[in-house]
C-alpha cells in the first residue's frame, strides 16, 4: 500500500510564500491523478488543486492566481507553491493520491 508524507507547512505572515510537498513510499506515481486538499475544523475537507499524471493542472477559485500545482514523477512527489498567502488559507493542507489514498496532513497557519 502507498503511503503519503507531507512536509512544509508552517506560520508564515499575511502575503507570504510557503511550498508544500508529499512523497509518495513507492512508484506508483505516474499513473495517476494527484491533488492537494485542505481542511479548517468543523468545514468539509475542500479541493485546493490537482495534477493529472501527464502534469495538467486544475485549480480551485479560492487559490487559482496564487497556487501551484507541480509534479515530478521520477522523484514521486508533488508539490504546492502557495504565494501571498492570507489568514482564510490557514488549514490542514492533505496530499492525495487518487482515488482514495491521504497523506497524514501538514498545519499550515498564516497570521493578519
Known amino acids: 500500500q502507498v503511503q503519503l508524507l507531507e512536509s512544509g507547512g508552517g506560520l508564515v505572515q499575511a502575503g507570504g510564500s510557503l511550498r508544500l510537498s508529499c512523497v509518495a513510499s513507492?512508484?506508483?506515481?505516474?499513473?495517476?491523478?494527484m491533488a492537494w486538499y485542505r481542511q479548517t475544523p468543523g468545514k468539509e475537507r475542500e479541493l485546493v488543486a490537482t495534477i493529472t499524471q501527464s502534469g495538467v493542472p486544475n485549480y480551485a477559485d479560492s487559490t487559482k492566481a496564487r497556487f501551484t500545482i507541480s509534479r515530478d514523477n521520477a522523484k514521486n512527489t508533488v508539490a504546492l507553491q502557495m504565494n501571498n498567502l492570507q489568514p482564510e488559507d490557514t488549514a490542514v493542507y492533505y496530499c492525495?493520491?487518487?482515488?482514495?489514498?491521504w497523506g497524514q496532513g501538514t498545519q499550515v497557519t498564516v497570521s493578519s
Open positions: 492525495k493520491l487518487e482515488p482514495f489514498t
Open positions: 513507492r512508484s506508483i506515481f505516474g499513473l495517476r491523478t
